[in-house]
């Protein structure tokens, strides 16, 4: 199939890779990552997780590239070119919708990152105990304004890179953003491990206990899995859909998967030593970064450039993430409305902003709407990642593997026969019989017994 010659590309290879990792690696990693691996075990959920990459997360990737680069289009716009009058188009209106509902609680979640990052260098946390930073943070929460004011602003940086384009916009800042991230990312691990009684922290997190693991911990490794990796909602089909002919669509997921499974591993890093030096509980949930982080800044020397670099960290890696979502709904707009990118990326940002807004004051004015028990938060995040995400990964891997012929994804895979690409097969195999298994155990347990976090 040739290539669209007018469509915007990713020009080079690392910048494909920033651009796939910086999807990747978000708050899943830094901020969901370390108290979900706290509150399933330590070290022998991070096995399962790994094991969930491979099996997993890398046979979906590599179906999600292949779809993109095949379709030449928006993730809606590539079912339709793929499978022409069949009703397959409609795993990617699935697609945007998903991409609406999770940048209105993630954007709410990285204007936080913005507020700390401010909050470090005026005021600090120093003299604070626990109890002080929690009724902060939930003072923060419940104000009318203040949290929204920065989510829109985190809105409107996305907006800037997306309305770049592909090569001059989201190409050029991950390749900037990306390695600044890896920097910070090092500097703090080397502050974490360097702590008194840092290796309780790096033994929770290496240290297998399999008394701990339970079906549970199987199904939450796989919902992290997914969230963690971009996939299940086109993403990262939109995104391949820039790639070149020429790039190994195969060698790509590995590398990112491999990327992002680091930046968790390194965030976990950070994390469980300072926690043990401290000894504060490794499973304090969600708090764990805006609450008991801030304590363990404010007793370290430097405690405030550490928790600025910290929160820059966090910001970046959360900027990078929504940048390719809106990329989703951006490149749905204007390719199908035939619109231009500007006009695409005004539109797609003032109505998820409005959602975006519900989300945050539903911690605040808001608090009082639920459904089954669940804030306009919580119920965002639960249709997304708990119905959206899996539900959009199985039909991915049902598509490839079982309605798209075995020639074509062989052809594509391939490069037309250029690569030689021996785990065809075992490929294959996965994405015809266990993947779909398995990402169905996730779906069905995750709609009935709730969040997955
Ligand atoms: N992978 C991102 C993270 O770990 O924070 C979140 C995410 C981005 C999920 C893009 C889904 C997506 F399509």
Not at 319 to 334: C, K, M, P, Q
Not at 357 to 375: C, E, W
Request: with cysteine; charged share 10%; glycine share 10%.
């Amino acid at each position: 199939m040739s290539l669209n010659q007018n469509r915007d590309s990713f020009g080079s290879k690392f910048g494909i890779i920033a651009a796939a990792a910086g999807s990747a690696v978000g708050l899943g990693n830094i901020w969901k990552f370390p108290y979900i691996t706290g509150q399933n075990g330590g070290g022998a959920f991070l096995i399962i997780y790994l094991i969930c990459v491979l099996m997993l997360g890398i046979p979906v990737m590599i179906s999600e590239f292949s779809i993109g680069r095949r379709g030449q289009r928006n993730v809606f716009g590539s079912f339709k070119t793929l499978a022409p009058g069949t009703p397959w188009y409609f795993v990617g209106i699935m697609g945007v919708v998903a991409a609406f509902v999770i940048l209105s609680f993630y954007s709410a979640v990285a204007g936080w990152t913005l507020e700390y990052m401010v909050r470090s260098v005026t005021m600090g946390f120093s003299n604070q105990d626990t109890t002080q930073l929690g009724a902060a943070f939930n003072e923060f929460l419940k104000h009318p304004f203040r949290p929204i004011i920065w989510q829109l602003l985190f809105m409107v940086f996305t907006a800037l890179i997306v309305a770049g384009g592909i090569k001059n916009g989201i190409e050029r800042y991950n390749k900037f953003l990306m390695p600044l991230l890896v920097l910070f990312l090092v500097l703090l691990c080397i502050r974490s491990i360097s702590l008194p009684g840092a290796s309780k922290g790096l033994a929770f997190l290496f240290y297998p206990d399999f008394s701990k693991v339970t079906i549970k911990t199987l199904l939450f490794a796989m919902g992290q899995a997914f969230f963690s990796l971009s996939l299940g909602m086109g993403t990262l089909i939109t995104y391949a859909s820039y790639f070149r002919k020429s790039d190994d669509l195969g060698r790509t997921a590995v590398n990112v998967s491999l990327a992002d499974t680091i930046v968790a591993i390194l965030a976990g890093v950070v994390i469980f030593p300072a926690v043990f030096s401290f000894n504060i509980e490794p499973t304090a949930g969600p708090s764990l970064v805006f609450i008991t982080l801030p304590e363990i800044f404010s007793q370290l020397p430097l405690g405030n450039l550490l928790e600025l670099v910290f929160f820059v960290l966090l910001a970046v890696a959360a900027l990078t993430s929504t940048v390719s979502v809106l990329e989703v709904v951006v490149a749905y707009f204007s390719e199908e409305l035939k619109i231009s990118r500007r006009k695409a990326t005004l539109l797609a940002t003032i109505s998820i902003s409005f959602l975006g807004v519900l989300a945050s004051l539903s911690f605040g004015p808001l608090s009082g709407i639920t459904l089954l028990g669940k804030s306009i938060f919580d119920m965002l995040d639960f249709f997304a990642s708990n119905i959206l995400l899996p539900l959009g990964g199985l039909l991915i891997v049902v598509f490839v593997g079982w309605f798209l012929k075995k020639e074509d994804i062989a052809d594509e895979i391939s490069n037309s026969g250029t690569l030689k690409v021996r785990y065809l097969p075992i490929y294959r195999f996965i994405i015809r019989f266990i993947a779909p298994v398995a990402i169905a155990a996730i779906f069905i347990y995750s709609v009935f017994y709730g969040s997955l976090g």
